[in-house]
C-alpha cells in the first residue's frame, strides 16, 4: 500500500481517545490558526478551543501545542485514512439527436415536456389537465378551490330538489 504504515494498538488507542470536536480544533491548528481564529470558524468560544486542545495535548502526552499539532499530524496520517478507492461518477449523459426523417412521430413519450407517461402513451392527458398544477400562484389555487365549492354546492342543491319533486310525486 505505497509503504503507508498500519496503526498499531497504541496509536488505534490514542485516535479513539481524541473526540471528534478535539479533531476538528487540531485539524485548525495544523492550519497555523489561533484560537481566536478557530473559534470564529467553529462559532465557540476561544475559551473552549483552548479546552479543546489541552485535552487533546494531555490525551497525546505533548509538551506544548506545537507538539501536540505534530504528534497529531503523524498519528493523523496513519489512522485517518480513506481505505477505498474514491468512486467515480459517469459523466452526464446528453440527448441523442431524432433518427426519424421526419421529427418525432406523436406518439413518442417526450419527457423533456413534463408528460406524464401514461398520457404519452396513450395521447390523452391526465384527468386534472393543467387546472390544478403546483406552479399556481396562492391567490389562483384559492379561486380554484372556490369554484370547486360552489360546484359541489349547486351539485347538492340540484340533488336536494330532485329529491324533493320525487317525494311529490310520490306523496301525490
Known amino acids: 500500500m505505497d509503504g503507508a504504515q498500519e496503526p498499531d494498538a497504541a496509536e488505534a488507542r490514542l485516535w479513539a481517545l481524541l473526540t471528534d470536536k478535539q479533531r476538528l480544533c487540531l485539524d485548525l491548528v495544523l492550519q497555523r490558526k489561533t484560537s481566536k481564529q478557530i473559534a470564529r470558524e467553529l462559532g465557540i468560544s476561544r475559551y473552549t478551543v483552548d479546552q479543546r486542545i489541552s485535552a487533546a495535548r494531555k490525551t497525546l502526552a505533548a509538551i506544548n501545542r506545537d507538539d501536540t499539532a505534530i504528534r ?97 310525486l310520490m306523496s301525490g
Not at 459517469?90 to 441523442?96: E, G, T
Not at 426523417?101 to 404519452?120: F, I, N, S, T
Not at 384559492?142 to 320525487?166: H, R
Open 72 to 168: 497529531y499530524a503523524r498519528l493523523k496520517s496513519i489512522c485517518d485514512r480513506i481505505a477505498y478507492d474514491p468512486v467515480e461518477l459517469p459523466i452526464m449523459p446528453s440527448l441523442a439527436p431524432s433518427d426519424f426523417p421526419d421529427g418525432d412521430p406523436d406518439h413518442y413519450l417526450d419527457v423533456r415536456e413534463g408528460k406524464g407517461a401514461m398520457a404519452g402513451l396513450s395521447g390523452e392527458r391526465p384527468p386534472s389537465g393543467t387546472i390544478w398544477r403546483h406552479d399556481h400562484a396562492p391567490t389562483a389555487k384559492a379561486t380554484i378551490i372556490a369554484i370547486m365549492l360552489m360546484v359541489v354546492v349547486f351539485a347538492l342543491l340540484g340533488g336536494l330538489g330532485i329529491a324533493e319533486a320525487l317525494t311529490r
